[in-house]
């Protein structure tokens, strides 16, 4: 079974891979600087030793020439007064005393510590008076450095140093890196451990704020704190939430508008049935006049409401056409206030064309001075205000009692009437549809009371394809 730690262990985990990782790295660097820079100071101290001892075997052949002692024997007696250091002398010269020989390891010297000496070394010392040889062997199961050269024609001194002080240097140094290593990695797992505490910590609370917002408290927020990856996360949570409680909240408006429509639907429908079925029951009696008027008049009535129900279905599907052209704003008002048969002036000032779609324009002014004939009270105007550029302003007012103050938040909503009490032929569409339309040429209806109710049509000049979300009271396009 496949082990997956939690983020607590992941963190203090990876913490520790990486210090330990990052101090490995540094202590084995600085190690290796360390190990060349005293193995150098080593061979340069070697090699000083040696140039020097090679001057003074000279001097001191020179000093003992008259001595009758053998010039090996001389050599001999001076380098056994350096103490401390492994020596060895390879004679080829014959007037010096016994030569070395070649034997199956190399050159066996003829003073000094026993060999043999690697040929070739020794050969590239026999080859140049003034070379120096030096090299790193294996010397009675150690690493020892070599140095070898001529002291006189023909006589090669060989001195060997141990790197047994060197070395202990160098383990002394492991050791403190080692231990200051471990220093930093356990500094580095603590640390490490309190991070992931602290993250940990705040990663339960996120996911605590997220069971409570699950468990539908839709106020549930993040405190946001700094600037880290945390505070981002905190802002995200706090921008979900508040966007999922506005959905919800949408939502049950929704449900709530859907309830109701279905609900003024029924009671739209109900009263023209009643009296198509009493008309039709009518019509066998000698009233049949009237009971084909009434007819007539109630299958018009539920003709206008499925209308004004399939356009606002249109909206909802993002389906409502749209066919722009020229219009003359103040030529569609007269045209709408012949048609409605009122005495409504009409005032305008300023260029009132426009470019949209003239049905929808006309069914927003109808719609806007049908309610003022319904709901408000004479005397009513319109009046067109073309002296901006941007848009045009259509203002249809009436001096009735105004709009109460709980509608002025709905009053756009479905199958809201401004007076419950009052058995109009209207059904509360008629605002809605009007202000979709708005929205539909990227402009919107503007509502004030002055002393009455006044709708003012705001519709920019060219349409700018306002955007209008589905279903109940749609937002403005660009003002």
């Known amino acids: 079974m496949?082990?997956?730690?939690?983020?607590?262990?992941?963190?203090?985990?990876?913490?520790?891979?990486?210090?330990?990782?990052?101090?490995?790295?540094?202590?084995?660097?600085?190690?290796?600087?360390?190990?060349?820079?005293?193995?150098?100071?080593?061979?340069?101290?070697?090699?000083?030793?040696?140039?020097?001892d090679r001057q003074q075997i000279h001097q001191w052949l020179v000093?003992?020439?008259?001595?009758?002692?053998?010039?090996?024997?001389?050599?001999?007696?001076?380098?056994?007064?350096?103490?401390a250091l492994d020596w060895s002398?390879?004679?080829?010269?014959?007037?010096?005393?016994?030569?070395?020989?070649?034997?199956?390891?190399?050159?066996?010297?003829?003073?000094?510590?026993?060999?043999?000496?690697?040929?070739?070394?020794?050969?590239?010392?026999?080859?140049?008076?003034?070379?120096?040889?030096?090299?790193?062997d294996i010397v009675d199961g150690s690493l020892?450095?070599?140095?070898?050269?001529?002291?006189?024609p023909g006589l090669i001194l060989v001195e060997i140093y141990s790197t047994e002080i060197a070395d202990r240097q160098l383990a002394k140094i492991r050791l403190q890196l080692t231990a200051?290593?471990?220093?930093?990695?356990?500094?580095?797992?603590?640390?490490?451990?309190?991070?992931?505490?602290?993250?940990q910590r705040r990663v339960r609370v996120a996911a605590g704020a997220a069971r409570t917002l699950?468990?539908?408290?839709?106020?549930?927020?993040?405190?946001?704190?700094?600037?880290?990856?945390?505070?981002?996360?905190?802002?995200?949570?706090?921008?979900?939430?508040?966007?999922?409680?506005?959905?919800?909240?949408?939502?049950?408006?929704?449900?709530e508008q859907q309830r109701q429509f279905v609900a003024d639907v029924a009671h739209d429908l109900r009263t023209p049935m009643a009296v198509l079925i009493a008309a039709g029951d009518g019509l066998a009696g000698p009233d049949r006049e009237r009971s084909a008027e009434l007819i007539a008049a109630q299958t018009r009535r539920l003709s206008a409401l499925v209308e004004d129900l399939l356009e606002m279905s249109r909206f909802d599907a993002g389906a409502a056409e749209f066919r722009p052209e020229p219009v003359d704003l103040q030529a569609l008002c007269v045209d709408v206030v012949e048609m409605v048969g009122a005495g409504i002036p009409v005032t305008a000032d300023g260029d009132g064309v426009?470019?949209?779609?003239?049905?929808?324009?006309?069914?927003?002014?109808?719609?806007?001075?049908?309610?003022?004939?319904?709901?408000?009270?004479?005397?009513?105007?319109?009046?067109?205000?073309?002296?901006?550029?941007?848009?045009?302003?259509?203002?249809?007012?009436?001096?009735?009692p105004g709009l109460p103050p709980e509608l002025g938040a709905k009053v756009f909503d479905r199958f809201v009437r401004g007076d419950r009490s009052r058995r109009g032929e209207g059904s509360g569409l008629g605002l809605a549809i009007a202000y979709e339309n708005a929205v539909l040429h990227g402009g919107r209806i503007e509502v004030a009371s002055p002393g009455g109710a006044e709708f003012t049509l705001v519709v920019p000049r060219t349409p700018s394809g306002g955007l209008r979300p589905t279903g109940g009271r749609s937002e403005p396009g660009p003002r």
């Open 89 to 136: 002398l390879l004679n080829f010269n014959a007037n010096l005393g016994p030569q070395s020989s070649l034997g199956p390891g190399g050159y066996v010297p003829v003073a000094g510590r026993p060999g043999p000496f690697d040929r070739n070394q020794v050969d590239r010392a026999r080859a140049d008076e003034t070379a120096r040889v030096d090299y790193d």
């Open 63 to 83: 000093n003992s020439g008259n001595t009758g002692q053998s010039k090996l024997d001389s050599v001999g007696q001076y380098l056994d007064g350096r103490l």
């Open 180 to 199: 200051a290593a471990a220093g930093v990695i356990l500094v580095g797992s603590l640390l490490g451990l309190l991070a992931a505490r602290r993250i």
């Open 2 to 52: 496949r082990w997956h730690p939690g983020l607590r262990t992941s963190i203090v985990l990876t913490v520790i891979a990486i210090t330990v990782a990052a101090t490995g790295t540094m202590a084995l660097l600085s190690y290796q600087l360390q190990q060349t820079e005293i193995r150098e100071r080593f061979k340069q101290a070697a090699l000083a030793d040696f140039g020097s």
């Open 144 to 152: 020892h450095y070599i140095v070898m050269g001529q002291a006189e």
């Open 214 to 255: 699950g468990a539908g408290a839709l106020d549930t927020r993040l405190p946001v704190q700094g600037r880290d990856e945390f505070a981002d996360l905190a802002g995200s949570f706090n921008s979900m939430a508040q966007r999922l409680g506005e959905s919800i909240e949408q939502l049950r408006r929704k449900d």
């Open 354 to 400: 426009v470019t949209g779609d003239p049905r929808r324009l006309h069914t927003i002014v109808r719609n806007l001075v049908t309610n003022a004939l319904h709901h408000g009270a004479p005397p009513i105007t319109i009046a067109i205000d073309g002296t901006a550029e941007p848009a045009v302003r259509v203002a249809v007012r009436d001096h009735g």
